[in-house]
């Protein structure tokens, strides 16, 4: 493997009648006035260029790189159906969490999408994947001190680049079933009419574990899932030094939120005897879209730019069981959370005689966040003891609305052949629930000391503004004397996190076949931003430590033959804080009394994580195993315990049949958790967990693809 270190209906609509209006240009065949072969080539070779051109955009220098192309994808157990965020777990640093949440390198989530250089707003998701990885061409993944041009999400960088233009028509369906009712379908369609091409991918799945099960056992009670996805990317050459192009994406995840069986009911409702916590019916629904319009363009040499508009609309809605929610936490609420974004990204390069190239960019988004909140609770005394058992309607909507705003400039130097080095800075504000501002200095350097060696160092001065999608908008005072009574000193608010991360690493060939890397990183935080499910919804609410240190080792291998290819990567990294500065009512007195005065182990902390794969193909057959290793996240009193250490096998085989009759068709069998490992992500306990999960049991995929 090549590996380094609500939907909006009115839109969907325009959406799909213009792909199928572009789908159908397509096929209407060439008349006296259709473009020539040469013509063709000419379009290609410059397509080829432009992208390689928008690609320099977007300098790594200083930064840990890991790339994952199209055959890796291919060669992982489940293909290019393997969900986005197992996709990432082959990353070193990267640690899974429940609800399909992943962490770099100690940092909660703070990940920043790019697809073809446009950042992609994060979405309010509990556990929901948004994207697809069938439209991922390449991936790569930066992480540590980036340069100037990524700013907000820094914790790693996703840069995904879809696939390029096909001077012809191709596409494929699939087809996968198996364990737990699986069934999954997709389809693609890629292809080009002289200065247009189109890439158009969807797929629909549909399984009976959507959410990791609260208990041990293979099967989960009550956990349904449905997800749709869609994708496209539209392309259109005006001559060789521009183009524009239009992205968007949509998806539509429902889930079921699965039960425990036995649980006894802490609360009392009138008029209702028994609730039986197997038989509960509590919902969630996620659904996103986002579209950006692009424009690039470049001289004869030395200038590239591309400008991007974008907007964003994401929502979930958690509905609860309006009895055994309320009989079992005391509370029942209808949550309903939308965030809209609408702004600006561009970004330019400059090449500055022969040693110098200067990058800038500026940035700008406005976005309106809202929550619908109809809470049902009982009332209860000062200590919390229910007091009467006839519940009490509480409304709690609010909205939000702010804007962010940055700009950078920064410039890689070369003097000499083999030292680059890049500077620069940027600067950012953001105005929501809180209005701050940093200046933000970068540097990174990378020095080839021969053909198989490279080293690389870097600072970047980081500031993260406080997702506005998971801003805890209670009020505490309407829930004063119930039984989701908060503490009357709690502060809402979410401050924007400042840190200073240092970087450095070494890559090191043995011979053309083996490269091994080592990696190390220490960063100091102040306002460290984390998240927790603090309710029986699934939904997160960010908060603040005063203060935090986070550092760690990675280490990587890759093996490349002509047929086989292996990689292993092993992480070791620590990430305490201490003092609790803003959402103090999600702890109780005697664990925010210790955070004050001790460091304590942040909840999604794992001592050690490592991945390992391999794939082995002759003729038109493929073998293929991947597994994960992880020491056990955080739990207990102030996160001071860790969960059992954990290991997962999956491998799959793969043959490409071809007959007269159906062409070529590609089956793959894929064994997941071979080993049928029963292993625990979360307990229950712990800062911010709201509930055990456990990790799936074994599961048998059988998947037909069709290429046409």
Do not use: C
Request: charged content about 20%.
């Amino acid at each position: 493997m090549n590996r380094s270190n609500s939907l909006r209906a009115p839109l969907a609509a325009v959406l799909i009648l213009f792909t199928g209006n572009a789908a159908r240009a397509a096929d209407v065949p060439p008349t006296d006035s259709a473009v020539t072969s040469d013509t063709l080539e000419t379009i290609v070779v410059t397509a080829k260029r432009l992208d390689e051109a928008r690609n320099g955009l977007s300098p790594d220098t200083g930064s840990s790189i890991y790339r994952l192309n199209h055959d890796d994808l291919v060669a992982l157990p489940l293909g290019e159906a393997t969900p986005f965020n197992q996709v990432m777990l082959q990353a070193p640093g990267v640690v899974g969490d429940s609800f399909g949440q992943l962490h770099v390198r100690g940092d909660h989530a703070n990940l920043q999408y790019r697809i073809n250089g446009v950042v992609i707003p994060e979405a309010i998701t509990g556990f929901g994947q948004t994207l697809d990885s069938r439209f991922a061409n390449q991936l790569n993944f930066l992480t540590g001190a980036l340069p100037a041009q990524y700013g907000y999400r820094t914790a790693g960088v996703i840069d995904i680049q879809t696939k390029g233009y096909v001077p012809d028509k191709s596409g494929s369906v699939s087809l996968a079933g198996g364990s737990r009712d699986q069934g999954e379908a997709g389809a693609e369609a890629v292809g080009s009419s002289g200065a247009f091409s189109y890439s158009l991918i969807g797929s629909y799945l549909r399984n009976n574990l959507g959410i990791e099960n609260p208990t041990p056992e293979p099967d989960a009670l009550h956990d349904t899932t449905n997800q749709a996805k869609g994708f496209g990317y539209l392309s259109y050459i005006l001559d060789d030094r521009s183009r524009v192009s239009l992205m968007f994406g949509i998806s539509d995840n429902h889930f079921e939120i699965p039960n425990t069986p036995g649980e006894i009911p802490v609360f009392v409702l009138a008029g209702v005897p028994t609730v039986d916590s197997a038989l509960l019916d509590a919902r969630q629904q996620e659904q996103n879209s986002f579209e950006a319009l692009s424009y690039q363009g470049a001289d004869r040499k030395n200038l590239t730019f591309q400008v991007s508009l974008f907007h964003r609309h994401t929502t979930v809605h958690y509905s609860p069981d309006p009895v055994g929610d309320l009989v079992f936490n005391g509370i029942a609420a209808d949550i309903h959370r939308t965030d809209e974004e609408t702004g600006l990204q561009a970004d330019g390069s400059y090449r500055l005689g022969d040693f110098h190239t200067l990058r800038m960019g500026v940035f700008f988004n406005q976005e309106q966040f809202t929550v619908g909140n109809s809470a049902t609770v009982f009332p209860a005394d000062a200590a919390g003891n229910q007091t009467s058992t006839s519940p009490l309607l509480i409304l709690d909507d609010s909205n939000i609305d702010g804007h962010t705003a940055g700009v950078y400039l920064q410039d890689e130097w070369q003097p000499l052949k083999a030292l680059t080095i890049n500077y620069g800075a940027r600067y950012d504000r953001v105005d929501t629930v809180v209005d701050e501002q940093q200046f933000s200095p970068r540097f990174g350097m990378v020095y080839k000391a021969s053909e198989a060696t490279s080293l690389h160092v870097g600072y970047a001065r980081y500031f993260t503004p406080p997702p506005t999608e998971k801003i805890d908008t209670t009020t505490v005072a309407k829930f004063l004397n119930t039984t989701n009574a908060l503490p009357s000193d709690a502060n809402t608010a979410v401050s924007s996190e400042r840190s200073n991360y240092y970087d450095a690493g070494i890559s090191q060939k043995f011979g053309p076949r083996v490269t091994m890397g080592l990696d190390a990183y220490y960063r100091e935080v102040k306002d460290l931003q984390d998240e927790g499910q603090f309710g029986n919804a699934l939904i997160f609410s960010a908060f603040n430590y005063a203060e935090g240190r986070i550092y760690g080792v990675e280490m990587t291998t890759s093996y490349h033959a002509d047929h086989l290819s292996a990689y292993g990567n092993l992480a070791y990294s620590v990430a305490k804080a201490r003092t609790v500065a803003t959402g103090q009512f999600n702890f109780d007195d005697a664990e925010f009394a210790y955070i004050a005065t001790h460091w304590v182990h942040l909840d999604h902390d794992q001592l050690w994580a490592g991945s390992a794969g391999v794939s082995y193909t002759w003729a038109t057959n493929t073998l293929s195993a991947d597994g994960l290793f992880g020491s056990g996240l955080r739990r207990g009193f102030a996160n001071s315990e860790s969960l059992p250490s954990y290991g997962v096998l999956n491998v799959a085989a793969s043959r490409l049949f071809s007959s007269p009759g159906i062409g070529k068709l590609d089956v793959r069998v894929s064994l997941l958790n071979g080993l049928d490992r029963v292993y625990q992500l979360r307990d229950g306990s712990g800062i911010g967990v709201g509930a055990p999960q456990f990790g799936p049991r074994r599961a048998v995929y059988l998947s037909l693809r069709k290429d046409f």
